[in-house]
């Protein structure tokens, strides 16, 4: 049985990991000052670093067009038994409306099955790299196919900003943290994502406090037995707390393979410098808590 992956540049897959599974990711569009750029492909994390903090820089970021999600279908289609396609939440991204739409257009549909991971960012990514390896290890279609649904319900993404300004000058996600606290500038938030919702469930002002929280969310839910164990670390600008991140990790979890990355500039456009994500596969049905944050 052979499978072929389509997904999204929002899933920050490292190009080394891209090539050896022979994954197709279809880029997103930034705007910088009206001007369209490929996230990827013509514009890179390091770039958006340039120019983040320029004042009178505008930004803005979009779904690939389902035309190119149709290109990529058919540059497989003829080569697989089938294409398994993982794309970040509806909440949050009209991505996977593009890509059905493109496969509504190809001449057996079927043979597409789309998935809604119910993550962006690096949690999409280990959907992503997760789903290539089953797929080298499973020879039946009906089984793969449950695999990749256990991963979308269990994948988690733990995160913290370093200030809230990118989030409420974009407007991308309607968090209103200001609402929720005084002074809002001056918290670290600690925010989690999985099954297409977020969660604000701490706030604390101290970035080392925020880093302690992190690990210790992730210690208390991850599940072992999920198979890969790979936990993925992404940042815009702030690697030394990627370093001591992912030596908390190795200490506690040594089993685990970390893969690291730049955040997604369509991403890091609406945060800002000082993002920090922890992606993993954590406990099924585990009690998230803190408050459900509306887009």
Known sequence: MKVGIVTDSMGELPIELKKKYSIIVVPGDIYIDGERYKSGENFFTKDLSKIITEKNKTFRTGAPPPGEYYNAYSSLIDDVDFIISLHPPRKQTSAINS???AIQRMKDPSRIKLFETGVATLGLGLVVIATAISAQQIGDESELLSQVQKYCQQIQVIGT?????????????????????????????????RNSDIFLVDRPRKRE????????????????????NIVGISDFL?????????????????QYQIIEGDADPMIAANTGPGLLLIAYFALPNKDIGGRKINF
């Open 238 to 254: 702030c690697k030394e707390d990627s370093k001591l991140m992912k030596q908390e990790i190795n200490k506690y979890f040594p």
């Open 99 to 101: 890509a059905n739409t």
């Open 161 to 193: 900003l370093d200030s809230l300004k990118y989030v409420n000058k974009t407007g991308r996600i309607s968090i209103k943290i200001a609402t929720m606290m005084a002074d809002a500038l001056s918290i670290k938030p600690i925010l989690i994502m």
């Open 209 to 228: 406090k925020a880093l302690d929280i992190m690990v210790n969310l992730l210690s208390k839910s991850i599940d072992t037995n999920i198979k890969p």
